[in-house]
T-cell receptor, first 113, second 113 residues
Framework: SQQGEEDPQALSIQEGENATMNCSYK?????LQWYRQNSGRGLVHLIL?????REKHSGRLRVTLDTSKKSSSLLITASRAADTASYFC?????????????FGKGTHLIIQP | NAGVTQTPKFQVLKTGQSMTLQCAQD?????MSWYRQDPGMGLRLIHY???????DQGEVPNGYNVSRSTTEDFPLRLLSAAPSQTSVYFC????????????FGPGTRLTVT
């Protein structure tokens, strides 16, 4: 089952603008992670935020986590053409079960030059 | 370091054939996992291992076997391929466990006819 659901499914913006993607999940989590996937490639880890954290920054990335709403957002500031990719949120459940990540379906981001 | 490597990159099988997808990592990570990615979907966990000699099932284990005889290698076996197993398969590793940042291989694109 898909734990995370990203919104929107697709996003097209102009280079230099900010891009915001949202993720909702269903169960209690240890942490939430964001990954990037360029077309035809493997996933690359971007950022991890723990369940007791509310905001985290890494370069042009800003992630927020609201555990009461079971949601997270990823903000990419000053977008570049190289940011064109699919972005996935992934959660690690705190409720036991398989020791792995549960991924959403992803947001496909296109940066127009 | 090569990171996580997967072979082959592409494979076409006929229904009923068996094959092994290879995965190796040179980062001395204890945790390794296999995911499949279907069009428009996020990744789903097939099997994972928290160390040599230890494997466990993920969300979609049916039709797949794994073994972990060394820290470096984690092969995925398809016992009798079915068209429903047409997918892109990703291997990943992590230093401390499934809750942490995962390093992904480039993927194997499998088509079953």
């Amino acid at each position: 089952s898909q734990q995370g659901e990203e919104d929107p499914q697709a996003l097209s913006i102009q280079e230099g603008e900010n891009a915001t993607m949202n993720c909702s999940y269903k169960t209690s989590i240890n942490n939430l992670q964001w990954y990037r996937q360029n077309s035809g490639r493997g996933l690359v880890h971007l950022i991890l935020i723990r369940s007791n954290e509310r905001e985290k920054h890494s370069g042009r990335l800003r992630v927020t986590l609201d555990t009461s709403k079971k949601s997270s957002s990823l903000l990419i500031t000053a977008s570049r053409a190289a940011d064109t990719a699919s972005y996935f949120c992934a959660t690690h459940s705190s409720g036991g079960g398989a020791d792995g990540l549960t991924f959403g379906k992803g947001t496909h981001l296109i940066i127009q030059p | 370091n090569a990171g996580v490597t997967q072979t082959p990159k592409f494979q076409v099988l006929k229904t009923g054939q068996s094959m092994t997808l290879q995965c190796a990592q040179d980062m001395n990570h204890e945790y390794m996992s296999w995911y499949r990615q279907d069009p428009g979907m996020g990744l789903r966990l097939i099997h994972y291992s928290v160390g040599a000699g230890i494997t466990d099932q993920g969300e979609v284990p049916n039709g797949y076997n794994v073994s972990r005889s060394t820290t470096e290698d984690f092969p995925l076996r398809l016992l009798s391929a079915a068209p429903s197993q047409t997918s892109v398969y990703f291997c990943a590793s992590a230093p401390l466990g499934g809750a942490y940042e995962q390093y992904f291989g480039p993927g194997t694109r499998l088509t079953v006819t």
